[in-house]
């Protein structure tokens, strides 16, 4: 394992995590901040935000950066868009993420769950503003219209890393508990995740976002390229941020990115037309969500 660098440390707030903890548990939800052990845990648990991570906390799919579990999911909870509900108003949110594991045993992977969940926030919380970090829905175009419908403030899909990566670290799904126990549904596919960038933002007003992870081993070249495609796309924000090795058995960390380099990916991204862009070591897809679709909104560009 490499040492991390002095600029990848950073203190916990545990009296703040444990309060988010404690609320979150006696609510019976899971967020993407606790379950794929973001580096942003205590600061956004401080500033009572949250990730909320929904169909379960079990994924299909078996990418080797994320400490998400894998295998065979649970039926979907049909309580967990009210009780989502609920936290929201609670918690005094006026921005929330919704993102979900990958379901490939669903017909429409899990589309219409998220509709139910953004229809039970806007019940409850009325003036609230909506983020769904989607799976790719098998590409499968009539479960992303579902959300198109939603209207939704940011429609996020995230590209994780560079094309030749993607055989390496985002193999083929789970087993789902068919009959014969083969995998259901497909390899994460770096170009159908930019026709979903791309469809949403040609069929929608909606803000359209992606990530991108650094660490793997990719190329400075690859990274450009890979910001460009997403420019190409539609994409009005992107996020770069730092892998870190989760968990036991994800993929090592091959580099540590100077922030100076992120500084200039935020520079070109910037420079071929992205408005907002969120560069640097801990850097997530959700990280800083409101505040950069503020910006956006506003007319500003983030840096």
């Not at 019976?28 to 909320?52: D, Q, R, Y």
Request: charged share 25%; with cysteine.
């Amino acid at each position: 394992m490499k040492p991390f660098p002095q600029w990848i440390k950073r203190q916990l707030p545990i009296k703040e995590i444990n309060e988010m903890n404690e609320l979150l548990k006696d609510s019976g939800l899971h967020t993407v901040c606790i379950s794929a052990h973001c580096p942003n845990i205590g600061e956004c648990f401080k500033n009572k935000e949250a990730t909320f991570l929904i169909l379960g906390n079990i994924c299909t799919r078996n990418c080797l950066f994320c400490s998400v579990k894998k295998g065979v999911p649970n039926p979907p909870d049909s309580k967990e868009p009210e009780k989502i509900a609920d936290a929201v108003k609670k918690l005094g949110l006026d921005y929330v993420v919704i993102t979900s594991v990958t379901r490939d045993d669903l017909a429409d992977g899990g589309a219409g769950h998220f509709v139910n969940t953004i229809r039970a926030i806007r019940n409850k919380n009325p003036k609230v503003r909506i983020e769904t970090l989607a799976p790719d829905f098998n590409n499968n175009l009539n479960a992303i219209n579902k959300i198109i419908l939603e209207k939704i403030d940011v429609f996020a899909h995230n590209i994780e890393t560079v094309p030749r990566l993607y055989e390496s670290i985002r193999p083929r799904a789970m087993p789902c508990g068919s009959p014969h126990g083969e995998a259901v549904g497909r390899q994460a596919d770096y170009n159908n995740s930019l026709n979903i960038l791309k469809y949403v933002k040609n069929n929608s007003d909606i803000l359209i976002k992606s990530s991108i992870i650094l660490g793997f081993g990719e190329t400075e070249q690859e990274i450009l390229e890979t910001i460009t495609s997403l420019r190409s796309a539609g994409c009005d924000i992107i996020a770069i941020g730092q892998y870190l090795k989760p968990t036991k058995g994800c993929v090592e960390v091959r580099e540590f990115v100077n922030p100076d380099k992120f500084d200039y990916y935020a520079d070109f991204a910037k420079s071929i037309g992205i408005n907002a862009v969120l560069s640097a070591p801990f850097v997530r897809s959700s990280y800083k969500a409101r505040e950069i679709y503020e910006e956006i909104s506003n007319g500003s560009h983030v840096a």
